[in-house]
């Protein structure tokens, strides 16, 4: 099984952000924590801050049976992220460290969490492992 993960805005910068929050492990920890948890899966990683390079990779996702893509602070207001994850045929999950539906009142709405086959918020990289665990769970069926 190939999944690609995509890391959006300021998650390069875990490990520096409110912990309470986002828990202490880095990107790179994560993706550490995946890889590790899932010897089975052939991961690609991917993080940009750039919104656009994040919409070219969607639109390219062919190769790929599984995606999980924690956006970020796009996942609040992006329509052209929405979009073009829409069209991404594969199995996908979105991914949240922290629980968005009991944080400041912008942060509440995911315009992807109708879209997403897996959606897993608040457990911080629990978050991960627990939406890669359904998604090869689908995968499967």
Do not use: W
């Amino acid at each position: 099984m190939k999944c690609l993960v995509i890391h959006g805005p300021n998650l390069n910068m875990l490990g520096k952000r409110n912990q309470s929050l986002y828990g202490s492990l880095t990107m790179q920890d994560i993706n550490a924590l995946l890889s590790n948890t899932y010897p089975e899966v052939d991961f690609t990683f991917f993080q940009s801050n750039h919104e656009g390079l994040i919409i070219d990779l969607l639109q390219n996702t062919e190769e790929y049976d599984a995606l999980m893509i924690n956006p970020g602070g796009l996942a609040h207001h992006s329509v052209i992220l929405r979009d073009a994850f829409e069209l991404v045929t594969c199995k996908k999950a979105v991914v949240h460290l922290s629980d968005i539906e009991h944080r400041e009142y912008f942060r509440r709405f995911d315009i992807l969490k109708p879209l997403a086959d897996v959606y897993v918020i608040g457990q911080k990289e629990q978050s991960y492992v627990l939406a890669m665990k359904e998604l090869i769970e689908k995968h499967l069926q």
